[in-house]
């Protein structure tokens, strides 16, 4: 993520209603954003949708709640992580996820030799959406956002050990589930 001062100043300056400071917040995180919320959903139309509300509740939040001497990234993820949880909560009513809806999990398209490994990332991406959503958004924080247990548990709003713990504790369930012979895309 990077420039957690340069975040910081950015985020005062747009919470005191400096459009262009919010402009680049966004430019800055909109990735990392969408992709939590992809890799939480499985639903690139979910994911497009949460990544901006969650940057409409940022912008909302700026200016009241947002504390500048703490790092931006973890009070930004714990936002996108909240309303994923509301989401995923609503839509889990009488269906599971991913049984209505193609993944929308990215693979980079290649020769026969990557029909297998996209398998693997189809099959990681239905397992990672069969784990409770803790463990699935510390996963994901760790593994596809490359955050620190730091910055996981401030964004989870847990202690240090229990975000390693939820980190592990997912890739055991995950390696579980995809099997002895699969490998996770480089997770597992």
Same mark, same amino acid.
């Given at each position: 993520?990077?420039?957690?001062? %340069?975040?910081? @100043?950015? +985020?005062?300056?747009?919470?005191? #209603?400096?459009? !262009?400071?919010?402009?680049?917040?966004?430019?800055? =995180?909109?990735?990392?954003?969408?992709?939590?919320?992809?890799?939480?959903?499985?639903?690139?139309?979910?994911?497009?949708?949460?990544?901006?509300?969650?940057?409409?509740?940022?912008?909302?939040?700026?200016?009241?709640?947002?504390?500048?001497?703490?790092?931006?990234?973890?009070?930004?993820?714990?936002?996108?992580?909240?309303?994923?949880?509301?989401?995923?909560?609503?839509?889990?009513?009488?269906?599971?996820?991913? %049984?209505?809806? @193609?993944? +929308?999990?990215?693979?980079?398209? #290649?020769?026969? !030799?990557?029909?297998?490994?996209?398998?693997?990332? =189809?099959?990681?991406?239905?397992?990672?959406?069969?784990?409770?959503?803790?463990?699935?958004?510390?996963?994901?924080?760790?593994?596809?956002?490359?955050?620190?247990?730091?910055?996981?548990?401030?964004?989870?709003?847990?202690?240090?050990?229990?975000?390693?713990?939820?980190?592990?504790?997912?890739?055991?369930?995950?390696?579980?589930?995809?099997?002895?012979?699969?490998?996770?895309?480089?997770?597992?």
């Amino acid at each position: 993520m990077g420039g957690m001062a %340069e975040d910081s @100043q950015l +985020a005062t300056q747009a919470g005191q #209603g400096d459009m !262009e400071a919010f402009s680049m917040l966004v430019a800055k =995180h909109q990735e990392a954003v969408f992709n939590l919320a992809l890799r939480m959903t499985g639903v690139y139309q979910d994911a497009e949708d949460l990544a901006q509300d969650t940057f409409l509740r940022i912008h909302a939040k700026l200016g009241d709640s947002y504390d500048p001497e703490r790092p931006f990234a973890p009070w930004m993820f714990a936002i996108c992580l909240n309303l994923v949880r509301d989401h995923l909560r609503k839509k889990s009513r009488g269906r599971k996820l991913y %049984e209505q809806e @193609q993944p +929308a999990i990215e693979h980079a398209p #290649g020769p026969e !030799e990557k029909v297998a490994d996209a398998q693997s990332h =189809h099959n990681l991406g239905l397992c990672l959406a069969e784990l409770p959503v803790s463990l699935r958004g510390a996963v994901v924080m760790r593994y596809y956002l490359d955050l620190s247990f730091a910055d996981i548990a401030a964004a989870m709003g847990v202690s240090l050990s229990t975000a390693k713990m939820r980190v592990y504790r997912g890739l055991d369930k995950l390696r579980a589930m995809v099997g002895n012979g699969a490998q996770g895309g480089g997770i597992l």
